[in-house]
């Protein structure tokens, strides 16, 4: 069982550029989560997901898409990167919704230069 | 809206002395509280969650927290600090459904 996991792990960008930053998860969890973390500051939700099929925007959605076409994936898309993405993002997974545990991927460091 | 402060960004203190890590937060309802840990390069784990039942929360790795909601608060305390507890904490409201806020952490250290 190896939870949430997230690839890459580490991630140059340059301006203007687009990638995918990809999430797993294997508890067969409904409810999935984006977050990102900037430094010295908490998460902050981007999107999230209650099921396949099914996504909706967070506090901070601006740049970014997801799609959920299976339960385990749900992917999220940076399209023309721009310096204010630079960040830490983690992929969260849950049972149903947020009041219970979440459960966190190791995170994805995004350098956009 | 809800809201959450942690009071310190950065608590040190000795192995096997009490870790206290502060934590206030606003509410317009009862809320749901958590602490979650981040160890370095590391996704952030539940430590314990508040949920209105017991005021006194009880969780991993000997660390447990108290509900006050006279003072709005849910500090963090564990007896004695190991040095494997250094890492981030992080204090948690939930906010109706979907949705989390997260406090701005605090980073705790453990010296020898």
């Known amino acids: 069982n190896a939870g949430v996991t997230q690839t890459p792990k580490f991630r140059i960008l340059k301006i203007g550029q687009s990638m995918t930053l990809q999430c797993t998860q294997d508890m067969n969890h409904n409810y999935m989560y984006w977050y990102r973390q900037d430094p010295g500051m908490g998460l902050k939700l981007i999107y999230y997901s209650v099921g396949a099929g099914i996504t909706d925007k967070g506090e901070v959605p601006n740049g970014y898409n997801v799609s959920r076409s299976t339960t385990e994936d749900f992917p999220l898309r940076l399209e023309l990167a721009a310096p204010s993405q630079t960040s830490v993002y983690f992929c969260a997974s849950s049972r149903t919704d947020f009041f219970i545990e979440q459960y966190f991927g190791p995170g994805t460091r995004l350098t956009v230069t | 809206a809800q809201s959450v402060t942690q009071l310190d960004s950065h608590v040190s203190v000795s192995e096997g002395t009490p870790v206290l890590l502060r934590c206030n937060y606003s509410?317009?309802?009862?809320?749901?509280l958590f602490w979650y840990v981040q160890h370095p390069n590391k996704g952030l784990q539940l430590l314990l969650k508040y949920t209105s039942a017991a005021t006194l929360v009880k969780g991993i790795n000997g660390f447990e927290a108290e509900f006050k909601k006279s003072e709005t608060s849910f500090h963090l305390t564990k007896p004695s600090a190991h040095m494997s507890d250094a890492a981030e904490y992080f204090c948690v409201v939930s906010q109706g459904a979907q949705k989390l806020v997260f406090g701005q952490g605090t980073r705790l250290t453990i010296n020898p």
């Open positions: 509410s317009s309802y009862s809320p749901s």
